[in-house]
């Protein structure tokens, strides 16, 4: 158990739909990560909050959007849902904003567009 | 982010070490070199990391070559439980930003 909680573990929904994905890090951890794994594309990394602020962006999608709360969980935001967007989405936390300490990651919330 | 290099796959017998190689050429000084695995169905786990020096923990072992260029993740007694896609990630302690830049990584297969 890496400490970190998503939920919810599977979701299915239909296209041009919304789903919220929801984060709680590990306690002490300021930052968290959102990660997309998809078959094709591998772990993709999304976007990086720390402490509420947005740290780094990678290859988000700008019908998706994130924040981080002041008690330090994260939601996950994907709008207008397509059939491409299915796929595992990973969110890990950790404790300061850069690369000097290990991301533990959670199980997981399973995305099915239909 | 300097790149890595790893083979698409690997295959083990149960309880014999294996040596899954990384290269990465174009490492800089500040590169720690991270290893994460990911166990099917699960989210990634932090395996071992390291600068310049060989690593051991309770999971694996890491031997850097002298030049920084390569490394391999040793796992001295490989189990069923071992089966994953293991990732060799470089990580700049001088930047900005924590996140991780994963690869296609390792497949390895543990056989009984």
């Known amino acids: 158990d890496s400490g970190v909680t998503q939920t919810p573990k599977h979701l299915i929904t239909a296209t041009g739909q919304r789903v919220t994905l929801r984060c709680s890090p590990r306690s002490g951890d300021l930052s968290v990560y959102w990660y997309q794994q998809s078959l094709d594309q591998g772990l993709q990394f999304l976007i990086q909050?720390?402490?509420?602020?947005?740290?780094a962006k990678g290859n988000i999608l700008e019908r998706f959007s994130a924040q981080q709360f002041p008690d330090l969980h994260s939601e996950l935001n994907l709008s207008s849902l397509e059939l491409g967007d299915s796929a595992l989405y990973f969110c890990?936390?950790?404790?300061?904003?850069?690369?000097?300490?290990?991301?533990?990651f959670g199980e997981g919330s399973r995305l099915t567009v239909l | 982010d300097a790149k890595t290099t790893q083979p698409n796959s690997m295959e083990s017998n149960e309880e014999e070490p294996v040596h899954l190689p990384c290269n990465h050429s174009t490492i800089s000084g500040t590169d720690y070199i991270h290893w994460y695995r990911q166990l099917p169905s699960q989210g990634p786990e932090y395996v071992i990391h390291g600068l310049t020096s060989n690593v051991n923990n309770r999971m694996a072992s890491l031997a850097i070559a002298e030049d920084r260029k390569s490394s391999t993740l040793i796992l001295h007694r490989a189990t069923l439980r071992d089966a994953a896609v293991y990732y060799c990630i470089l990580r700049d302690v001088g930047g900005s930003q924590g996140n991780l830049i994963f690869g296609k990584g390792t497949k390895l297969s543990v056989k009984p």
């Open positions: 890990a936390s950790s404790e300061g904003p850069r690369a000097t300490g290990e991301l533990f």
């Open positions: 909050y720390y402490n509420g602020e947005e740290r």
